[in-house]
């Protein structure tokens, strides 16, 4: 159980490795051990061990990927956490269909 004067530490993959002292966690960051990270005022949230190859651990941008998905503008009155159809038209107007690809990516996930 963490005690207040603790910091959690994780892993370069989020992995949680513990908690440390405050103390202690300031002395792996002024040796370049770990990597803070800060709350919006200043004060330690938490430790971040280095990547093998001493590269920053927390990754600064979400990962690109294929959007499976066409966002398209929900109607007026409609609510944004409705479903959004997966087939529908381009910018030229042509048909696109991307329930192949969705079908594809599941088939992926399901491989052993």
Known sequence: MKSPDQIPFYAPDG?????????TARLLIAGGYVKPSLRRKGHLRAIW????DGGNPV??????GTRYVIREKPPAGHHAWK????DARDETGKRVSMRPAFFEVVKGCTRK
């Open 15 to 23: 992995a949680p490795l513990g908690f440390r002292s405050i103390d």
């Open 49 to 52: 061990l280095n990547e093998d």
């Open 59 to 64: 990754e600064t941008h979400a990962p690109f």
């Open 83 to 86: 479903h959004r159809r997966v």
